[in-house]
């Protein structure tokens, strides 16, 4: 269920991303979420993609740290689902 709402979150920020103003703080947490829903989908390359594109539209440091406690703890709940599965 989490990978059908995650595709359905990934459709929904491209659409949001053609309608952000290009210098806006909208504009990097639009980016932040597609990376968080990347990564969420186990797509690392292209979470690292939509990484760099964030990290390039961030008008602070805070924003970043905070994407970046996200993506930890979804790596931390990728690892304990994988360690479950054997």
């Known amino acids: ?31 932040a979420t597609l990376e968080e829903a990347h990564f969420g989908l186990g797509l690392e390359e292209a979470g690292m993609a939509w990484h760099a594109e964030a990290a390039a539209a961030a008008s602070a440091t805070w924003m970043t740290e905070s994407t970046a406690q996200q993506i930890d703890k979804l790596r931390g709940l990728h690892a304990e689902i994988q360690a479950r599965a054997g």
């Open 1 to 31: 269920r989490a990978r059908s709402v995650r595709r359905q979150v990934v459709v929904a920020a491209q659409q949001a991303l053609e309608a952000a103003p290009p210098d806006s703080d909208d504009r990097y947490w639009i980016l």
